[in-house]
């Protein structure tokens, strides 16, 4: 089994920057992609960005250019620092895991990003 721990999230005013942190621990294989999807009140989650273990990332349109993931592969942690925010980023931010060996996937239990001034 996979645990997912995230920490960062926060009330933060437009134009502002959060970072948030996910630490997995557990029975974690070499090869996995991690990501951040986001899920804000009566909307479906949707993909934020991802990395693999190799460091390719991918992101959501939206974000491109004020997001940034990374990967700390000694620590099993990544990493979202978020950049000019917005307040339509206003969300749960949930950490995914997903296995290349198992194609077993993990989700953390969110954590609140509010954009307000």
């Known amino acids: 089994q996979v645990q997912l721990v995230e920490s960062g999230g926060g009330l933060v005013q437009p134009g502002g920057s959060l970072r948030l942190s996910c630490a997995a621990s557990?029975?974690?294989?070499?090869?996995?992609?991690l990501g951040w999807y986001r899920q804000a009140p009566g909307e479906q989650r949707a993909l934020v960005a991802t990395?693999?273990?190799?460091?390719?990332?991918n992101y959501a349109e939206s974000v491109k250019g004020r997001f940034t993931i990374s990967r700390d592969n000694a620590k099993n942690t990544v990493y979202l620092q978020m950049n000019s925010l917005k307040p339509e980023d206003t969300a749960v931010y949930y950490c995914?895991?997903?296995?290349?060996?198992?194609?077993?996937?993990?989700w953390g239990q969110g954590t609140q990003v509010t954009v307000s001034s």
């Open positions: 557990g029975s974690i294989s070499s090869r996995n992609v």
């Open positions: 995914h895991m997903i296995s290349l060996l198992s194609y077993r996937a993990y």
């Open positions: 990395i693999t273990s190799r460091g390719t990332t």
